[in-house]
């Protein structure tokens, strides 16, 4: 069962969410043509994937696939990861430690 998320936080990303939808419609870009969008949006996909699976939803979006063992991102050099008050137990970043060193 995925942890209890931030329901202000997570309606905020909603909304950004149809920001991106308006957006990215705006351009006009033809339905051919593919768009990528980069980035983690703030969102963390092991711990709370509903958020991501949100954006998707409303913006038609597929996740690439993922190749090998590493779910994280970002290596042992970045402070940030598990620091963000998302996890306040610390658990993020003791799972990716794990994950990083097998």
Known sequence: ME????RERSFIRRLQSIEIKIFIESLNIPRSEPVILLGDFNMDY????SE?????????LELP?????QIFSSDASNYLVGKDGVAEDNSCNQQYLRNLTG
């Open 52 to 60: 991501i699976l949100t954006l998707m939803k409303y913006n038609n």
């Open 65 to 69: 696939n993922f190749k090998g063992s």
């Open 3 to 6: 942890p209890f998320v931030n």
């Open 46 to 49: 092991i711990k709370y994937p």
